[in-house]
């Protein structure tokens, strides 16, 4: 911490869901920051998540990629920026001049800030003269954003999160808001609390947190979407629901749309597999309230019908002229911080800027022009997917990947990595050293992480924030613009003189204005903030877009005019012939593997995995099965099996959830290479992706689930990394003062085996416990009494709870009595085992809440919170908490 930095308060927005929730950090020289939610942030008006309140746990400089390193001989060496600069455009130069400009591609994210997204994209498009820059956007938003472009002509976002509040009925489709988006998810809690006639639909195949405060779940076929809204649409037809007058002025294309639809009550409960009376329920419910969001999320986009999905939930909205108006319209949650500010910029390889075509030659001209620039990319360029396969093909030769990590996040990952192995040049920008991507990179380049950048984000309802630096720059670590406009100047480039956020910021503004109105005029517009001074850009209070001068404040909704952004000012009814999954399950792979997120961890952890607040509530991947299909696959509850396809495999431990129809299974996507010996979700994914987005099916590859043998299980607590390799699989996250590992292994365990595993040498205080007859190993060593390690073995039976254990590395010195029983695992007066965590920020577990439930006979989340904390805080827990209230007798 820089000691010259005055105390402040620094207003920020949170770098993880794009729900965007404005965050403030009180920063006093020496401490680290104190991280709460900004009451004055419209997004979630002072609360925050449990991954946001634990942000402070993240700041840490361990495992930070600080320096420029370049590979030579297959060894990583620090360079400084101009050698690493002087690489990277070299290379780049080389190629193009060698291959053309489309044998180089950026690999961007949602994760970098709309002026890092700007010179990106106005790099690769208008300088290279390439579209192959594409974004990890393609795996989470694309559907969406065809279906807008299809639906409104343009890639719009119609509401507002207050919509959620006024609304009479929330639908969630394939959205697990309960954990993806928890403050909006709250919000929408409160606002039933207010007018509990509001009404929860969640449509999701699993029984998620996000169903326990629900109306009515309906617990769909995956991939089966399409079936469910095309029967709603016929149904609001057929009962004369539609909004005559809305749909003959404003809207184009219902006849072909219905008649793709015509679908009975019977058949679509057929198809999506439901109960017919709920699938009426939720038809009469939704005919007769008028104010209805219908929000998705990944359950939607993540197919091979997203688009169609999207359109099909659309098309009911527009049947009813149900948009734009207070409390009505569908609404795209988006998955990343500034996932809608990528699309401003068009950062995917099919769109230009500012919402712009590029297969517009006027827009094409327009964006040039205003560039200034040599030359625009004519055609659009490779889709995420598609791009990887250009890369192992040797079409596309060099890739600069940035803030993302394609190697655990691409559908058929393995590929992906024999791509990297292939490629000429890799350059990775990234905060942190030990990622599967970085491991293959050629040209590694230290960006600044959150809290140290600088810049803009737009949240799910259109909000531009700014992401205020309150830290120093680390290292040599550089924005992600200036390594950018460093490369392309050493390119000769001109157009790339920026000295801050702001100028970059400001040019985007500008563009979005240029000749921007009349007939054709786009919607996206930010000219009433082009000219924004410094001082302006600095104070910029949070703005939903469009911001024109006659709309100096911002639009909060879009639409209610019944003008859309099509050539004739109308939107369009798509029709959506429903089509299944195009992989489906079979004798050899008979489960449908669906993949998605827990509640406490981001991605691939590289943040969250530092918080010990956040590492406890779901501490190893997990392949969640439906009791039945565990017993056919021979695998059992709390083993460990390996799930694998077509494409690839990994281990992980089998559980029930109670929440995964037959036939299904859900594993979690956030270990990596750096956090589990084989867990990379990507491996195993088929590489479908949706024709019109492109976006991959990430919820649905035909999987095989077996036991996966091992003579033992044993956990490790350890302040410092162990010996892996004595263990046959493992899995990390972070504890209070001490990594955890889950393990499993073969072959003999003792004192040199767990000496060895734990890297200890011969004259330490070292304790051992054995008791062969039962298959039980431990073990720990400790350094002038403070507990530095220890590892726990059974061959067979449970293991003893690790919450007990890991509050010893707390403490200085152990007293005799702890150290008596340490290898007990558990304290002498034998106090009650909390069980798994369910409130991460006051650390309560499961087993605590149920006794309190139980003992004092609480009835409601707020009596558990009165009595126990839990659920106090963040309030992520209390759909948690809703359930054991439930199944607790
Ligand atoms: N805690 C946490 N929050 C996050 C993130 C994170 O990593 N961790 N990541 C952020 C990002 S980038 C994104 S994109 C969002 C994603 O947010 P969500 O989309 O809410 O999360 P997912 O878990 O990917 O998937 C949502 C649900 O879709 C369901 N589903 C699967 N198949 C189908 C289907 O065919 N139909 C329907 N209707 N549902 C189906 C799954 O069972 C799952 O519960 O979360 C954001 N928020
Ligand atoms: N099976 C399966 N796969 C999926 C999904 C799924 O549901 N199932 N979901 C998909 C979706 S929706 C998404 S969004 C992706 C996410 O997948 P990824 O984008 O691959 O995951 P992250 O861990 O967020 O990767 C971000 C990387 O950027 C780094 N980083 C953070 N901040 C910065 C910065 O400011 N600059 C730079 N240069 N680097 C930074 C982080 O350290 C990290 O290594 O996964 C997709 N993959
Ligand atoms: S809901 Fe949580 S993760 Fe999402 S922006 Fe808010 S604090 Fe961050
Ligand atoms: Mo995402």
């Known amino acids: 911490m820089d000691m010259s930095l005055p105390v402040s308060t620094v207003r920020t927005t949170c770098p993880y869901c794009g729900v965007g929730c404005g965050v403030k950090a009180n920063v006093k020289p020496g401490t680290i920051p104190i991280i709460s939610g900004d009451a004055d942030h419209a997004a979630n008006r002072g609360r925050l998540c449990v991954k946001g309140a634990a942000l402070g746990e993240t700041l840490g400089l361990d495992g930070r990629l600080l320096y420029p390193q370049l590979r030579e001989n297959g060894e990583l060496r620090r360079a400084g920026w101009d050698e690493a600069i002087g690489r990277v455009a070299g290379g780049l130069a080389g190629i193009i001049a060698e291959h053309g400009p489309d044998a180089v591609a950026f690999y961007v994210s949602g994760q970098i800030l709309t002026e890092d997204y700007y010179v990106a994209n106005k790099f690769m498009k208008g300088y290279i003269g390439s579209a192959n820059i594409d974004t990890n956007s393609r795996l989470c938003m694309s559907s969406s954003v065809a279906g807008h472009k299809r639906a409104f002509g343009e890639d719009i976002v119609p509401g507002c999160y207050e919509d959620f509040e006024l609304a009479d009925m929330v639908v969630l489709a394939g959205s697990n808001a309960a954990w993806c988006h928890p403050t909006l998810f709250q919000r929408i809690l409160r606002a039933k609390e207010a007018k509990p006639s509001l009404q929860i639909v969640v449509i999701d195949p699993r029984r998620t947190a996000t169903c326990e405060l629900a109306d009515l779940h309906l617990p769909i076929k995956p991939g089966t979407d399409v079936w469910l809204f095309n029967g709603l649409l016929a149904y609001l037809a057929r009962e004369g629901v539609a909004d005559q007058a809305f749909v003959a002025a404003h809207t184009e294309g219902l006849d072909a749309a219905l008649a793709a639809a015509r679908i009975e009550i019977e058949e679509v409960a057929r198809a999506c597999r439901l109960d017919p009376r709920a699938v009426r329920a939720f038809y009469e419910n939704f005919a007769a309230t008028r104010k209805v969001v219908t929000a998705y999320s990944q359950g939607v986009n993540q197919s091979s019908s997203g688009t169609d999905k999207v359109n099909s939930i659309i098309n009911c909205h527009l049947l009813t002229g149900r948009i734009g108006q207070p409390g009505m319209g569908p609404f795209s949650l988006t998955g990343q911080p500034n996932a809608m500010g990528g699309r401003e910029v068009g950062g995917l390889a099919n769109m230009l800027a500012a919402h712009m075509e590029l297969d517009n030659a006027q827009h094409r001209e327009l964006v040039r022009s205003f560039w200034n620039a040599p030359r625009i990319a004519s055609k659009p360029g490779l889709k995420a997917v598609d791009l990887f396969r250009a890369i192992e093909e040797g079409t596309v030769k060099a890739v600069w990947i940035m803030a993302t990590n394609p190697l655990v996040s691409l559908p058929d990952a393995d590929r992906v990595r024999r791509a990297l192995d292939k490629c000429e040049l890799v350059i990775a920008s990234d905060i942190v050293l030990d990622t599967d991507t970085n491991v293959r990179a050629d040209v590694l380049l230290p960006a600044l992480a959150w809290g140290e950048k600088d810049g803009t984000v ?412 839990a659920g106090g805080n963040c309030g992520s827990c209390l759909p948690e908490i809703g359930k054991l209230l439930t199944i607790t007798p």
Not at 764 to 770: G, L, M, R, T
């Open 458 to 869: 737009t949240n799910s309802e259109r909000r531009i924030s700014r992401q205020r630096a309150f830290l120093p720059a680390p290292g040599e670590a550089r924005a992600d613009w200036q390594a950018l406009c460093a490369v392309a100047r050493r390119m000769g480039y001109s157009g790339f003189d920026y000295t801050s956020a702001h100028e970059i910021f400001d040019e985007h503004a500008r563009l979005s204005g240029w000749r921007n109105g009349g007939e054709n005029a786009r919607l996206f517009d930010l000219s009433g903030l082009a000219g924004i001074g410094r001082a302006a850009y600095d104070a910029l209070e949070p703005v939903q877009w469009p911001v024109t001068p006659h709309a100096s404040h911002g639009s909060t909704r879009l639409f209610g005019d019944g003008i859309f952004a099509h050539p004739n000012r109308k939107a369009r009814f798509i029709a959506t012939m429903p089509r299944a999954p195009v992989n489906a399950p079979d004798g050899e792979y008979p489960l449908a593997l669906n993949t998605g997120r827990v509640r406490d961890q981001w991605h691939t952890m590289t943040r969250t995995g530092k918080s010990p607040r956040l590492g406890s509530h779901v501490p190893e991947p997990f392949i969640d099965l439906h009791p039945h299909d565990a017993l056919l696959c021979g695998v059992r509850e709390g083993e460990l099996a390996r799930v694998s396809s077509r494409w690839g495999a990994m281990v992980g431990r089998v559980t029930h959830s109670g929440g995964i129809a037959r036939g299904g299974a859900f594993v979690p996507i956030h270990w990596s290479g750096p956090t589990a010996s084989d867990a990379r979700v990507g491996a195993i994914v088929n590489p479908v992706v949706d024709p019109v987005s492109g976006e991959p099916e990430f919820k649905h590859t035909p999987v095989k689930v077996e036991p996966f043998v091992v003579e033992w299980q044993a956990f490790v607590l350890s302040r410092t990394a162990p010996q892996l390799d004595a263990l046959t699989w493992w899995t990390r996250v972070q504890g209070e003062g001490f990594l955890r590992y889950e393990a499993g292994g073969r072959g003999k365990v003792g004192g040199e085996w767990a000496l060895a595993l734990l890297g200890v040498d011969e004259d330490a205080d070292w304790i051992e416990y054995e008791d062969r007859s039962a298959g039980v190993y431990r073990a720990a060593y400790l350094v002038d009494g403070r507990l530095q390690a220890c590892v726990l073995v059974a061959k067979a039976g449970a293991l003893p709870p690790r919450e007990w254990l890991g509050s010893l590395f707390a403490q200085e010195v152990l007293g005799a009595g702890k150290r008596a029983v340490l290898l007990a695992g558990r304290p002498a007066e034998a106090s009650a085992d909390a069980g798994p965590t369910v409130c991460s920020c006051f650390g309560v577990g499961r087993n605590t809440i149920c006794a309190a439930i139980r003992e004092k006979g609480l009835r409601t989340a707020s009596e558990v919170t009165a009595c126990l904390k």
